[in-house]
């Protein structure tokens, strides 16, 4: 069983809409999650990080987690092109167990159509 | 503030060979890592260091593979002799110091490492 599971996508969605982004994980002790974007031959850029249950917003972006169910998700309001990205989901163990190590998932390919 | 810098950006060698991938961690940033993502599959985690100790290398796929850190600072993955298993993109990383704040990790552009 994979630790991190994303649906591989890809996931079109109109300018203007709401992209979801789902993630699932296997390990009850994982604390952080994070949230990356890579675009096509570049690094996955941190755009999101959250430790608690509920809702965390920045901007056009809110994640949210929920520790019982092991899933966390992306949204991403107001879908620009510039989006477009694959959007990767990464956990691990946190600061307080010194696990630094992330687990990734595959990635989500969004395409937002103009 | 200069981000996580990789050298080089490719590198392409022949089995056998012996190839030395360079890191430069986001200045003060006690924690540097190497991943690797191989062709189709997610990112992989290879090693964490904290400062120039060794924190975890479980991912550290054999022998062939060999990382150091030396004086804390920058930090070299060296791979010899190169198998074709070898070819992906290998990814450092760099957070700050310990506890929560210090897991958010900020990633290099990579190396593509092609093994013919």
């Known amino acids: 069983q994979k630790e991190v599971e994303q649906n591989s996508g890809p996931l079109s969605v109109p300018e203007g809409a709401i992209a979801s982004l789902n993630c699932t994980y296997s390990?009850?002790?994982?604390?952080?999650f994070f949230w990356y974007r890579q675009y096509s031959g570049k690094s996955p850029e941190l755009i999101m990080f959250?430790?608690?249950?509920g809702d965390k917003e920045d901007g056009r972006f809110t994640a949210q987690l929920n520790k019982a169910s092991q899933y966390v998700s992306l949204l991403i309001r107001d879908s620009q092109p510039s989006d477009s990205a694959t959007y990767l989901c990464?956990?691990?163990?946190?600061?307080?167990?010194?696990?630094?190590?992330?687990?990734f998932g595959a990635g989500t390919t969004v395409t937002v159509r103009a | 503030e200069a981000g996580v810098t990789q050298f080089p950006s490719h590198s392409v060698i022949e089995k056998g060979q012996t190839v030395t991938l360079r890191c430069d961690p986001i200045?003060?940033?006690?924690?540097l890592y190497w991943y690797r993502r191989v062709m189709g599959k997610e990112i992989k985690f290879l090693l964490h260091?904290?400062?120039?100790?060794?924190?975890?290398e479980s991912g550290m796929p054999n022998n062939r593979f060999l990382a150091e850190r030396t004086g804390g600072t920058y930090s070299t993955l060296k791979v010899q002799p190169a198998e074709l298993e070898d070819s992906g993109v290998y990814f450092c990383?760099?957070?700050?110091?310990?506890?929560?704040?210090?897991?958010?990790?900020?990633f290099g552009q990579g190396t593509r490492l092609t093994v013919v």
């Open positions: 990464a956990v691990n163990g946190g600061g307080l167990s010194n696990d630094y190590k992330l687990s």
């Open positions: 200045s003060g940033h006690d924690n």
């Open positions: 390990d009850r002790g994982s604390q952080s």
């Open positions: 959250i430790y608690s249950n």
């Open positions: 260091f904290v400062k120039e100790s060794k924190q975890d």
């Open positions: 990383a760099s957070s700050q110091g310990l506890g929560r704040g210090g897991t958010e990790a900020f």
